[in-house]
């Protein structure tokens, strides 16, 4: 397994030129055969090119050639162990007696940081924006985090013809947790005669298609600097400017009224959101969760079942009730707001002596029992309660809605893999986080929702009057 680093002959280290030019055959994209060809002398070796895509192919002609006692190189680009093709090479040569060596090359990460400058001198974090592996929550909830930490971020993948708008989205989420000014690298070949680099920042990269899949995208930190026109991510060796840590986002408020903050608040969230494949519904209950923790890594764990929110909507116009799992969520739902849709809110009285097998809050939901038929139910602390109301739904008592956000890690997530297997209208937030604060968000979110929707249908009716 052969890693060719950025294609140049200068930059090709020698035990990949030892391993190429003892190879009786070389398997690999096409592209990546070519780079060889020009690399090393290739007369005499039979080559097996193969198109874009097809990796998996190329590994099994390569232990195929291989099992029949010939040398094989099997070519990557940079370095075949950073999202190459040594991990798949590995999983299938299991139990065959081939022996395989891994050669690593100049991954494109370094190429590109020495084109740069120096932004890779503390903690990074390289993630690849293909979502052909990888959902694109996925990529999103690791961004979240890697921002979170204040880590210079490398882009593999940045963008295809496919994926025009891949880097821009990667770019908004970017733009909620660092400065617009925030310097930016892209480097295309690093290297190469077809070289291109360019120098710029967080705001020129938003809104704007992106198709180059052969770029490397580098985007500074709190500590990186342009120093003479390179990227320099500071460690601390001088005496520079000490970065906030943890980091944080200041909009400033003064002279703002609460409303005024509230307003300014979800409107930076509502640009963060931007990334994010939600409808206009969905987001302003994304919204009001991520206003709750102001944590935006909770965006991509958040599940809807189809039409949850319009279900929820339909449900309070109705004046369904509204049930909770505690008294502290009672506290925090808006009273004007469920009241002039016709809406009770309550907790289960329950009882404090549960029988065996119930905790009080799963108890108290079962002892209701006719009560939740048709209800909307917001669950953000026992997960015991949400596996009860699931139970409970296979029964043919079905609450109208479950916000299941339970917290913890006794319980939890076996509790929402329940609520999203069940055939309930549902929303819900994946794995161990969750909390009384989002299940009150979730549930104030959608009764402006009903209340605008009801203000809305009664001005129709009035026009029509």
């Known amino acids: 397994m052969v890693g060719l680093g950025p294609g140049v002959k200068e930059l090709l280290t020698p035990l990949a030129r030892m391993a190429l030019e003892a190879a009786q055959d070389l398997v690999g994209y096409r592209e990546y055969l070519r780079r060889a060809e020009a690399l090393v002398s290739c007369e005499g070796k039979s080559l097996y090119p193969f198109p874009m895509g097809g990796e998996l192919e190329r590994c099994r002609k390569a232990l195929e050639l291989a099992e029949r006692g010939r040398r094989v190189a099997l070519i990557s680009s940079g370095d075949p162990g950073i999202y190459g093709m040594a991990g798949p090479l590995l999983d299938m040569v299991r139990g065959k007696r081939i022996e395989v060596e891994i050669i690593p090359g100049i991954p494109a990460l370094s190429a590109v940081a020495a084109r740069l400058g120096a932004p890779l001198m503390g903690d990074f974090a390289l993630i690849s924006l293909s979502d052909l592996l990888v959902p694109w929550e996925g990529i999103l909830y690791r961004l979240e985090h890697a921002l979170a930490a204040d880590m ?111 307003k300014r608040s979800l409107s930076f969230i509502e640009q963060g959101l931007a990334a994010y494949p939600l409808g206009s519904w969905e987001r302003a209950v994304v919204a009001r969760a991520v206003h709750a923790v102001a944590d935006f890594s909770i965006v991509p764990l958040v599940r809807f079942s189809q039409g949850a929110v319009a279900r929820g909507v339909e449900l309070l116009m109705k004046g369904a009730p509204i049930w909770v799992d505690t008294r502290m969520a ?33 108890w108290a939901f079962e002892a209701l029992g006719e009560g939740l038929r048709g209800a909307l139910v917001a669950v953000g602390n026992a997960p015991t309660a949400l596996v009860t109301l699931v139970r409970m739904a ?51 979110a959608l009764l402006r929702l009903a209340r605008a929707d009801h203000d809305h249908q009664s001005k129709k009716r009035e026009n029509r009057g």
Not at 395 to 420: D, E, N
Request: proline share 7%; aromatic share 6%.
């Open 152 to 262: 210079v971020l490398v882009f593999y993948n940045p963008g295809s013809p496919r994926r025009r708008y891949h880097l821009s989205r990667a770019m908004r989420v970017v733009a909620h947790g660092r400065s617009l000014d925030t310097p930016v690298g892209v480097v295309s070949r690093a290297f190469s005669l077809q070289e291109r680099k360019w120098l710029g920042a967080v705001r020129d990269l938003m809104d704007r298609e992106f198709t180059d899949m052969s770029a490397t995208v580098v985007v500074g930190s709190s500590r990186t600097r342009v120093v003479d026109g390179r990227m320099v991510t500071d460690r601390g060796y001088g005496a520079g400017e000490e970065p906030c840590w943890p980091p944080t986002v200041e909009l400033g408020q003064e002279g703002l009224s609460g409303s005024e903050i509230e």
């Open 330 to 362: 009672l506290a925090g739902i808006s009273r004007s707001l469920a009241e002039g849709l016709g809406c009770r809110v309550g907790v289960p009285p329950g009882a404090d002596d549960p029988p065996a097998g119930y905790t009080r809050s799963a």
């Open 394 to 444: 296979k029964r043919g008592v079905r609450p109208g809605l479950v916000i299941g956000v339970p917290v913890g890690f006794v319980g939890t997530v076996r509790a929402k893999r329940a609520l999203t297997e069940s055939d309930l209208d549902y929303i819900t937030l994946l794995g161990n986080r969750g909390g009384t604060p989002i299940a009150v968000a979730m549930v104030n």
